[in-house]
């Protein structure tokens, strides 16, 4: 036997362990980076909860940030929120 004995043994889980870190800390990484950029840039991120603008509130919601907007004008908005209240 070369080396007197003693071989690979448990050495093989030591190179995966730090491996699978290093693989962590770049994911990491990439993740806080993507969302500082997001914050950074002024931009607001998506929204991605489908189901808000499907409740009441959250449909009124968007109805009255588009009227802020100038999106909609009075009447459009007296009519759909007049449809809201009329529900499905």
């Known amino acids: ?10 050495w093989w889980a030591i190179g995966l362990l730090v491996a699978i870190a290093l693989i962590w800390v770049i994911i990491r990484g990439v993740r806080t980076t993507g969302e500082n950029s997001v914050q950074n ?6 929204d991605t909860d489908i189901g808000a603008a499907e409740t009441p509130g959250g449909a009124r919601g968007i109805l009255a940030e588009r009227y802020a907007r100038g999106e909609l004008s009075a009447q459009e908005y007296q009519e759909r929120l007049r449809i809201l209240d009329e529900g499905p």
């Open 1 to 10: 036997m070369m080396g007197g004995g003693i071989g690979m043994g448990w």
């Open 41 to 46: 840039s002024g931009q607001e991120p998506r």
